[in-house]
């Protein structure tokens, strides 16, 4: 089955959750091939990240891309993240369409962007175009919380699909080895935070948590250029070294406003590392004590409350992981939903 992928980005240039779903993809179908923004000509179209639509735009230029590409070549099946495909849609060429939704512009934007210049073309303009993407395409949600987002805002009806994780990779190693390779000296109990240090991943209550909690450290694994006390900050983690960060720690602390899936809490549940996090993307659906504590609001003390019973319970979430979230599931689900619409 000869199968493409169009992406905004490909994992090697950008370190994100649709980009590794991507590489996971290849899982399902070997061979794979990933189209992307940044492997196109020069387009010439103005750049619309200003006023917020710049992924629209980019969606527009790589579906030229690729009609021009199936004068030359046929595919048995095309693949979009997102709106990265929309304007097959709207001219649909001869061969079936998949769309993966990795989120919605709506449930972000009425999560963590009300109040600033970013939110009208999030809430208003963007939809319309995920809207597009839709039609003509068997469409995919990569969890339950997309699949509620995309039917009671956009009246699509998507297959769940949950994402997966390397269970071979992301897998548990000694506490007290990985603190040791990663130079911490701290025998007091440490979090782990993975995520961006901004507003929507909660990291002023990371801060706060940690400013306030003198025994306690937190590994903040980050691309942001931040400080603080009791932070312990690396920056720009390479993909495989993250299993003995998160083994390094005693729990997840994953105080995100929005997420669509989420995948550090999964690794870090791969790696037997429980987690204590805001009920949104996965953690909204998983309703089982062996992944640790979810925490329904933002304040600081409920976390802090959340960390203790976290500590002392001690909770084994990776077997929870095995049941749910392996890439084996993933890529025979994948093939399944491709085989039903060829």
């Not at 992924?55 to 004068?71: A, D, H, K």
């Not at 849609?89 to 939704?101: A, G, K, Q």
């Not at 597009?132 to 990569?142: F, G, L, T």
């Not at 025998?187 to 991943?201: M, N, Q, S």
Request: aromatic share 10%; glycine share 6%; net charge neutral.
């Amino acid at each position: 089955m000869k199968v493409a992928l169009l992406s905004f980005y490909s994992f090697d240039q950008v370190k994100g959750g649709t980009e590794l779903f991507s590489e996971h993809l290849k899982r399902a179908f070997p061979g794979l091939e990933i189209i992307t923004y940044r492997d196109m000509p020069h387009s010439g179209l103005p750049n619309l990240d200003r006023i917020n639509l710049q992924q629209p735009r980019m969606g527009f230029s790589l579906s030229r891309c690729f009609y021009r590409r199936l004068e030359r070549e046929s595919f048995d099946l095309v693949i979009c993240n997102s709106t990265a495909g929309w304007w097959l849609s709207v001219r649909p060429p001869s061969v079936p369409m998949m769309n993966v939704f990795h989120y919605t512009s709506i449930g972000l934007s009425e999560g963590t962007l009300r109040g600033t210049p970013g939110y009208l073309p999030s809430r208003f303009l963007n939809p319309v175009f995920e809207k597009a993407a839709a039609m003509r395409k068997e469409n995919i949600a990569v969890s339950a919380k997309v699949h509620r987002e995309l039917t009671q805002n956009y009246h699509i009806h998507p297959k769940v699909i949950e994402n997966g994780v390397d269970l071979d990779r992301f897998k548990p190693y000694r506490r007290d080895e990985c603190r040791e390779m990663l130079g911490i000296d701290h025998e007091g109990p440490l979090a782990i935070f993975v995520g961006r240090a901004d507003h929507t991943k909660g990291f002023e209550l990371v801060k706060e948590i940690a400013c306030r909690r003198k025994d306690l450290k937190v590994l903040c694994v980050t691309s942001s250029d931040v400080q603080g006390k009791n932070l312990i900050v690396r920056r720009n983690v390479a993909n495989e070294l993250m299993p003995i960060h998160y083994c390094a720690a005693d729990f997840l602390l994953f105080p995100s406003r929005y997420e669509s899936f989420g995948f550090a809490p999964l690794e870090a549940m791969a790696c037997d590392v429980p987690v204590v996090a805001s009920c949104t993307g996965l953690m909204e659906d998983i309703n089982d004590p062996r992944a640790g504590e979810v925490v329904p609001g933002f304040e600081a003390p409920d976390y802090m409350g959340a960390i203790d019973r976290v500590l002392d319970a001690r909770p084994h979430p990776r077997p929870l992981v095995g049941e749910r979230f392996s890439l084996e599931r993933f890529a025979r689900q994948y093939r399944e939903a491709a085989e039903k619409i060829l």
